[in-house]
């Protein structure tokens, strides 16, 4: 079905179930499908052809909530009607917060204490606590009742009725009963015990619990802002302002005017406004805010730069080749983003329950009040054990249990140049057992270079690489041009060509400085050129490829002059990340289409058993599906186009990020950095994530099983129970705040600067 994928920033939820009953709105519309993520605040959502998204809007309005399209982030400064939105709920949470408090701690105090007790004390506990259970919980009466308008219960709906049913009982038992008389005292206990049914009050229960769960609120709306934090300083990186060079005029522009096509001009210690292309200058690019790589990148004419990296050397002029939100930067966050708003299959299990908790508490707690009654306990006993079972149900630690793992832990992959495209990649990442490696690229730099130089007796080192590198200059062939560039950085300059040709898949020729230069295979010169190679050079030849190492054969005027041997160098932390795989529980496999010779070499560098060598692109899936076929679940690693069949079919695909679009767009997990150490990383950070989601989930699964039996026993003041409510989302959140301290495998520098960057942590909850 054609249509539009669409998220939404919805606003008035404040529990899970709230979220779910959004969700349970919008895909009762005929094709819509919608995921609604209580943490971010966001519902992602199907429009198909026939529906409008003013439609959806409306639905989700209709519902008690609001619903607006969100703003484009990047490159732009942030909003100000956002951030003040956000500041302002925090404040004014903070406000009430603390005004409560206030009112509260001598009701408590005085209610606990006996001591206290002096004539008619009950009448200002009333005073004070009559605001905070009036004005302190607000937020949660106007929620319960916008609710109870559409027919719906939520988390709000629990506080609210056990707060006016606490200052309830209390206005009765003091203008009705005898709780008003002077000289009534009160005495505290951790479980509910007979009374007097009419002398007891509950100011104190009121007051508390308010205070309580207006703490719990304060400290998520602050821990949802900070793990919301990473990827909030992602999207700032960008330069806001550039220099556009036009005519030969500079002129200081904002970001959002620039087009392709465009020329800018970047000074030393500025960022790059954009994607582009060096036309004119040298320099070191530092791209350590963004891809964590801490060594600086090296660029010059015709070198491509990254938007946001910061230029550390020379005056580049730059020409824009991607703008906007189609620059690396902005896609980097939109995979973030998609992450964050998406939903783990366990997740899926917490919004089920917390979509049909509410009314199962509810009437829990109607039948903990007739059953008190109707054994004959005192209508206090009653009271108490059903106020505490309303109290203590909330779901808010099932809604935060993943959302906010989630947040934190793909705001830290993105700090450290891993992205995760969704949560449900997190189990898969649990479940791999063998790591396939593509060789070039992923496991070597992809860049041949000049490795060994061979000349026969009486043939100068110099001479073989002028003539060769001059011959080979016509050539685009990469082991063509590592030549060159050997030749060139030993030599200096080359001579030109005076005529060139080249046959396909075997070598060129070429009149050099009035020789006939051939550069080529070994069997192609005795085939074609009747020049056989000497045993000299035919044993320097069988060593080189026993190496690894790719040979060619030079001749010029019809007799063999030496050989030239290029190789693909392994990055120098290959064989660390090989290691660290295996630590992993990982069987590490190096697939590749070059000669198994070659691809023996480099495993062996590297530390690899198994090989799958001289494999065509198109069979690189048939080589995963081989594994799968064994029982294995893996993951491939790669970053070319003849890879992304491969990422697609592997259960687990990680792109490196300095490769294709393509390769990209199939994998799972994408790499930023071109480092294999940021692969198993990434699968430390996935794994550690997924665990702190199922702690989370563990801790509200356990927290609700065993606190409503007790409080349905009247084994929970309801006090107590509204503070172990508020305490167990404030674990969660604390618990998922932890994965900011994920700590990468080699990244110490880059770690440092975005740790300076990343917000401070909110101290009363991690």
Not at 286 to 298: F, H, I, N, Q, W
Not at 441 to 470: D, F, H, I, K, N
Request: net charge negative; hydrophobic share 50%; aromatic share 4%.
């Amino acid at each position: 079905m054609s249509g539009t994928q669409v998220e939404l920033v919805v606003g008035g939820m404040t529990c899970a179930s709230c979220a779910a009953r959004i969700e349970k709105k919008l895909n009762r519309m005929p094709g819509v499908e919608a995921s609604v993520n209580y943490a971010t605040e966001k519902a992602s959502v199907f429009v198909p052809e026939g529906t409008t998204i003013d439609e959806t809007i409306a639905t989700i309005e209709a519902t008690g909530y609001t619903a607006e399209r969100p703003r484009p982030a990047v490159n732009e400064q942030p909003r100000e009607d956002e951030n003040h939105e956000t500041d302002g709920e925090v404040s004014s949470l903070r406000r009430r917060l603390l005004v409560s408090a206030v009112l509260a701690v001598p009701v408590v105090a005085l209610s606990m204490i006996p001591v206290l007790q002096f004539t008619n004390w009950q009448w200002l506990a009333l005073t004070l606590a009559a605001p905070v259970a009036v004005w302190g919980a607000w937020p949660f009466h106007r929620v319960a009742w916008v609710n109870a308008r559409h027919g719906a219960a939520t988390m709000d709906t629990l506080i609210s009725v056990g707060v006016l049913a606490a200052l309830g009982w209390s206005l009765y038992a003091l203008f009705f009963g005898m709780a008003g008389m002077p000289g009534m005292t009160m005495s505290f206990s951790f479980t509910v015990a007979p009374g007097g049914g009419a002398d007891e009050i509950y100011l104190e229960v009121a007051a508390a619990v308010t205070v309580f769960i207006l703490a719990g609120r304060y400290f998520e709306a602050r821990a949802k802002t900070h793990s919301l934090g990473a990827l909030k300083a992602l999207l700032e990186l960008g330069a806001k302002e550039a220099t556009l060079l036009r005519d030969g005029v500079e002129t200081r522009v904002p970001i959002g005017s620039l087009a392709v096509g465009d020329l800018f001009v970047v000074r030393p210690g500025e960022k790059i406004a954009t994607d582009g292309e060096v036309v004119e200058g040298n320099s070191a690019i530092d791209a350590s805010m963004l891809t964590g790589e801490s060594v600086p990148v090296e660029v010059g004419p015709g070198d491509g730069v990254i938007g946001a990296t910061l230029n550390s050397g020379g005056r580049l002029v730059v020409r824009a080749m991607r703008v906007g939100s189609d620059t690396e930067l902005a896609q980097m966050g939109r995979l973030v983003e998609q992450a964050q708003t998406g939903k783990a299959e366990v997740q899926r299990l917490a919004d089920l329950i917390s979509a049909i908790f509410v009314p199962i508490v509810i009437g829990l707690s109607l039948a903990t009040l007739a059953v008190w009654l109707l054994i004959g306990s005192g209508p206090e006993i009653a009271f108490t054990a059903a106020v505490a079972t309303l109290i203590i149900a909330c779901p808010c630690a099932l809604g935060l249990a993943t959302p906010t793992a989630l947040l934190v832990g793909t705001g830290r992959g993105a700090q450290l140049g891993i992205l995760i495209k969704g949560p449900q990649i997190l189990e898969s990442t649990r479940r791999v057992d063998t790591i396939v490696l593509d060789k070039t690229g992923t496991v070597t730099t992809g860049r041949m270079s000049l490795a060994a130089v061979v000349p026969v007796a009486g043939v100068a080192e110099e001479e073989l690489l002028r003539l060769a590198g001059s011959a080979e200059s016509g050539s685009e062939h990469p082991i063509a041009a590592a030549i060159v560039a050997g030749a060139t950085d030993r030599i200096g300059s080359l001579l030109p060509l005076e005529s060139f040709d080249s046959e396909q898949g075997f070598g060129v020729q070429a009149v050099v400085d009035g020789h006939l230069v051939l550069v080529g295979r070994a069997r192609w010169l005795a085939e074609q050129w009747s020049i056989g190679l000497p045993a000299e050079l035919q044993s320097a030849l069988v060593n080189l490829e026993e190496r690894g190492q790719t040979a060619v054969a030079v001749a010029w005027d019809g007799q063999p002059r030496g050989i030239l041997a290029v190789s693909d160098v392994v990055k120098a932390s290959s064989a660390e990340a090989v290691r660290h795989f295996r630590e992993l529980g990982l069987r590490p496999v190096l697939l590749t289409g070059d000669n198994a010779r070659a691809a023996m070499a480099v495993a062996a560098e590297v530390g690899i058993d198994d090989v799958s060598a001289e494999v065509l692109p198109a069979e690189k899936a048939d080589v995963i599906r081989a594994l799968q076929a064994e029982g294995r679940v893996v993951a491939m690693v790669g970053d070319g186009v003849n890879d992304a069949v491969a990422l697609a079919t592997a259960d687990l695909g990680i792109a490196m990020g300095t490769g294709t679009d393509v390769a990209i767009e199939a994998s799972d997990l994408t790499l930023v950095r071109s480092d294999l150490m940021a692969a198993a990383d990434a699968i430390r950070l996935a794994r550690r994530t997924l665990s702190t989601i199922k702690t989370n989930l563990f801790w509200a699964f356990a927290y609700n099983i065993a606190a409503i039996p007790l409080a349905m026993l009247g084994l929970l003041n309801p006090l107590i129970a509204g503070a172990a409510m508020a305490l167990s989302s404030v674990f969660v959140v604390s618990n998922s705040l932890r994965l900011r301290r994920f700590r990468s495998l080699t990244m110490t520098g880059a770690e440092q600067a975005f740790t300076t960057k990343a917000p401070e942590p909110v101290a009363a909850v991690s």
